[in-house]
T-cell receptor
Framework: SQTIHQWPATLVQPVGSPLSLECTVE??????LYWYRQAAGRGLQLLFY??????ISSEVPQNLSASRPQDRQFILSSKKLLLSDSGFYLC????????????FGSGTRLTVV | DQQVKQNSPSLSVQEGRISILNCDYT??????FLWYKKYPAEGPTFLIS?????DKNEDGRFTVFLNKSAKHLSLHIVPSQPGDSAVYFC????????FGKGTHLIIQP
């Protein structure tokens, strides 16, 4: 069966510090991978998606970047965190187009202080 | 510019009664709509969906209604149970999913 792992569950980081969130998927190959963020008072906002190794599409300009070094690994990074980067970050995968069969990870609560 | 709007941040319903969660959208290109349910500290899980060629889809206690002319959909939960307490996200799809802000449903005993 397919599973998705996301860590850490919670993170408190000072402004200006770097960030690395990791997401891995098991039990499938060549998944579409997504990073979403839910900031306070806002919906789930798509940050990045990837349809293959090294292929990253950014939906919004921001202080973050994403990488896909392996087929089932998706990493969200920042060189210097801002207060506005605080939020709940979710990784997701699917294999059937851009709308169907999403499976989300359990999320990371990031607080930038 | 919010393309999917859930205007009620929270909704409180008595156990056993009907819960109705509403969602409006602006993009007429959206042709597939989904509802996700989210518990605290967990990722959203898929609940029910509807294609734009239908106006109703039912799955057990959950029914989604779509009014294309009004660009409005709603999720009905009957009867509401304590385990239904969660945040519900409406999502629509054209080229990828666009989510609303969510509605926190609270089922009171």
């Amino acid at each position: 069966s397919q599973t998705i792992h996301q860590w850490p569950a919670t993170l408190v980081q000072p402004v200006g510090s770097p960030l690395s969130l990791e997401c891995t998927v098991e039990g499938t190959s060549n998944p579409n991978l997504y990073w979403y963020r839910q900031a306070a008072g806002r919906g789930l906002q798509l940050l990045f998606y990837s349809v293959g190794i090294g292929q990253i599409s950014s939906e919004v300009p921001q202080n973050l970047s994403a990488s896909r070094p392996q087929d089932r690994q998706f990493i969200l990074s920042s060189k210097k965190l801002l207060l506005s980067d605080s939020g709940f970050y979710l990784c997701a995968w699917n294999s059937d187009g851009r709308c169907y069969g999403y499976t989300f990870g359990s999320g990371t609560r990031l607080t930038v202080v | 510019d919010q393309q999917v709007k859930q205007n009620s941040p929270s909704l409180s319903v008595q156990e056993g009664r009907i819960s109705i969660l509403n969602c409006d959208y602006t993009n007429s290109m959206f042709d597939y709509f989904l509802w996700y349910k989210k518990y605290p500290a967990e990722g959203p899980t898929f609940l029910i969906s509807i294609s734009s060629i239908k106006d109703k889809n039912e799955d057990g206690r959950f029914t989604v209604f779509l009014n294309k002319s009004a660009k409005h959909l709603s999720l009905h939960i009957v009867p509401s149970q304590p385990g239904d307490s969660a945040v519900y996200f409406c999502a629509s799809c054209a080229d990828g999913l666009t989510f609303g802000k969510g509605t926190h449903l609270i089922i009171q005993p």
